[in-house]
């Protein structure tokens, strides 16, 4: 840590600024101690969380007199309606020491009526300021579009992973720009963002270093997924998640100029171009290294498959299968879930997260399931999550971890969905509360 700072604030100042602003610091990452000394108020800290997404009004600000100038980690939550600039103002220079940064925008609670976005922070003050960022993660900003992430790439040319999930406005045009000038970003994470095939085509992604990417929930086309999947230099992280026009043709080629050689973590749910048997030969040539797969929301894949495919995934910590709602998909198939839990109980030991999505119609258990359970609970003894559609399976699978002494590991889909995101490089700096 080895960072302290004298903050020039008498007390009181202080708590109006804790007071006014609804200030969060974050709890679990935050490394935040207060001393109490005879000449001031001593802080130790290199993260900070400001949350304004919930502001009435701004404060004035003008008794602010004094910010941490060797903060690492900022995150501002923004609101539709409060314009920062007046708070920003007083901060700018203090941001020089910036690797990480978040804003948090508004997607969630937005209103979507297009009138009313404002621009309520300053993208291009805060690049002249930030030089050293790294990490920068600006989600669902609904004013955000690729000017700012030109401006962005005009100045930070140390970022290593950019974060643009649910930023609908950004369409892709400034990536080229952005490729040429941040040679060392590796990670780009666009789910749910506005990308675009011409935008995408033309960028030169063959001189990029990119080997995370995320394009989940895009709406890219089979040819623009081609161009430049296989222009990559190839991929450690890949979401590919509700990617329609994703397909077999693709998959081979991407393998076959081999692309996954190093690839640990695959999100290819909800995929419906993709067929059974491309998937099965990835798993069998890939399998071993993975250590996250989502392969969800595919009706064909059932017992069968799984019951092939688990032994190629000696090394997975995470797993996501099962298809939901399977009354309205009128799936056919039954599923003997009991063979399936053995078969992860005797091939994945590192087994730490895993979600079987199939509900109460479509899966199948007995009496004779505690016996399975109980393997999967011996032999995966680093199983932190089990997530599994609501219904009597899950209460028994959760009573045989609760006699087990094993609570909080089951859960239910409703309440929990389980991700590979923590496999990202960069997971620790893209945490935000
Ligand atoms: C942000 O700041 C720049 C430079 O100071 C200024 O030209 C620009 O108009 C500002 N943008 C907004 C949206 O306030
Ligand atoms: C989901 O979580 C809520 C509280 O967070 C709890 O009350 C509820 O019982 C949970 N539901 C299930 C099915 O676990």
């Given at each position: 840590m080895g960072c302290l700072n004298k903050i020039d604030l008498h007390f009181q100042t202080l708590s109006n600024f804790f007071r006014t602003i609804f200030y969060s610091w974050q709890q679990k990452r935050t490394h935040f101690i207060l001393f109490f000394g005879l000449s001031g108020i001593y802080l130790i800290y290199r993260y900070m969380t400001l949350d304004f997404s919930n502001a009435m009004q701004l404060h004035d600000f003008n008794d602010l007199n004094a910010f941490p100038c060797n903060l690492r980690s900022l995150c501002i939550c923004l609101s539709e309606v409060i314009f920062l600039e007046g708070f920003m103002r007083r901060i700018y220079s203090c941001l020089s020491s910036l690797e990480v940064l978040h804003l948090i925008g508004t997607f969630e609670l937005s209103s979507e009526s297009e009138e009313d976005i404002y621009e309520v922070i300053n993208i291009s003050k805060i690049k002249a300021h930030t030089p050293n960022l790294k990490v920068v993660n600006l989600y669902g900003i609904t004013f955000l579009d690729d000017t700012h992430i030109e401006l962005l790439a005009s100045n930070c040319i140390h970022i290593e992973c950019l974060a643009l999930n649910f930023c609908l406005r950004v369409k892709g045009s400034s990536f080229k720009n952005l490729i040429q000038r941040c040679k060392k970003l590796r990670t780009l994470l666009l789910h749910h963002a506005g990308v675009e095939d011409d935008h995408m085509t033309s960028v030169p992604w063959e001189t990029s270093a990119i080997h995370e990417l995320d394009l989940t929930s895009?709406?890219?086309?089979?040819?623009?997924?081609?161009?430049?999947?296989?222009?990559?230099?190839?991929?450690?992280?890949?979401?590919?998640?509700?990617?329609?026009?994703?397909?077999?043709?693709?998959?081979?080629?991407?393998?076959?100029?081999?692309?996954?050689?190093?690839?640990?973590?695959?999100?290819?749910?909800?995929?419906?171009?993709?067929?059974?048997?491309?998937?099965?030969?990835?798993?069998?040539?890939?399998?071993?290294?993975?250590?996250?797969?989502?392969?969800?929301?595919?009706?064909?894949?059932?017992?069968?498959?799984?019951?092939?495919?688990?032994?190629?995934?000696?090394?997975?910590?995470?797993?996501?299968?099962?298809?939901?709602?399977?009354?309205?998909?009128?799936?056919?198939?039954?599923?003997?879930?009991?063979?399936?839990?053995?078969?992860?109980?005797?091939?994945?030991?590192?087994?730490?997260?895993?979600?079987?999505?199939?509900?109460?119609?479509?899966?199948?258990?007995?009496?004779?399931?505690?016996?399975?359970?109980?393997?999967?609970?011996?032999?995966?003894?680093?199983?932190?999550?089990?997530?599994?559609?609501?219904?009597?399976?899950?209460?028994?699978?959760?009573?045989?971890?609760?006699?087990?002494?094993?609570?909080?590991?089951?859960?239910?889909?409703?309440?929990?969905?389980?991700?590979?995101?923590?496999?990202?490089t960069n997971y620790n700096d893209l945490l935000f509360n």
């Amino acid at each position: 840590m080895g960072c302290l700072n004298k903050i020039d604030l008498h007390f009181q100042t202080l708590s109006n600024f804790f007071r006014t602003i609804f200030y969060s610091w974050q709890q679990k990452r935050t490394h935040f101690i207060l001393f109490f000394g005879l000449s001031g108020i001593y802080l130790i800290y290199r993260y900070m969380t400001l949350d304004f997404s919930n502001a009435m009004q701004l404060h004035d600000f003008n008794d602010l007199n004094a910010f941490p100038c060797n903060l690492r980690s900022l995150c501002i939550c923004l609101s539709e309606v409060i314009f920062l600039e007046g708070f920003m103002r007083r901060i700018y220079s203090c941001l020089s020491s910036l690797e990480v940064l978040h804003l948090i925008g508004t997607f969630e609670l937005s209103s979507e009526s297009e009138e009313d976005i404002y621009e309520v922070i300053n993208i291009s003050k805060i690049k002249a300021h930030t030089p050293n960022l790294k990490v920068v993660n600006l989600y669902g900003i609904t004013f955000l579009d690729d000017t700012h992430i030109e401006l962005l790439a005009s100045n930070c040319i140390h970022i290593e992973c950019l974060a643009l999930n649910f930023c609908l406005r950004v369409k892709g045009s400034s990536f080229k720009n952005l490729i040429q000038r941040c040679k060392k970003l590796r990670t780009l994470l666009l789910h749910h963002a506005g990308v675009e095939d011409d935008h995408m085509t033309s960028v030169p992604w063959e001189t990029s270093a990119i080997h995370e990417l995320d394009l989940t929930s895009t709406e890219l086309s089979a040819q623009c997924l081609e161009n430049i999947l296989l222009r990559m230099p190839g991929f450690t992280y890949l979401g590919l998640g509700y990617c329609e026009f994703f397909n077999d043709k693709i998959l081979e080629k991407l393998m076959e100029k081999n692309k996954f050689s190093r690839l640990h973590a695959l999100d290819i749910s909800h995929t419906h171009a993709l067929s059974e048997n491309a998937i099965y030969q990835l798993i069998q040539t890939h399998g071993q290294n993975l250590r996250g797969l989502m392969l969800a929301g595919k009706p064909k894949l059932t017992e069968n498959f799984w019951l092939n495919a688990i032994p190629y995934l000696k090394n997975i910590r995470i797993c996501v299968l099962g298809t939901a709602n399977g009354w309205f998909l009128k799936m056919q198939s039954r599923i003997h879930v009991d063979q399936i839990i053995e078969a992860f109980a005797q091939n994945c030991p590192r087994l730490e997260r895993c979600e079987i999505q199939w509900d109460p119609d479509t899966i199948r258990f007995s009496d004779k399931s505690n016996k399975f359970i109980d393997h999967i609970r011996l032999r995966c003894p680093g199983l932190k999550s089990f997530t599994l559609s609501d219904g009597e399976y899950y209460e028994m699978v959760k009573s045989n971890f609760e006699r087990a002494d094993r609570v909080k590991v089951v859960r239910t889909c409703t309440n929990y969905t389980t991700s590979i995101v923590s496999l990202l490089t960069n997971y620790n700096d893209l945490l935000f509360n």
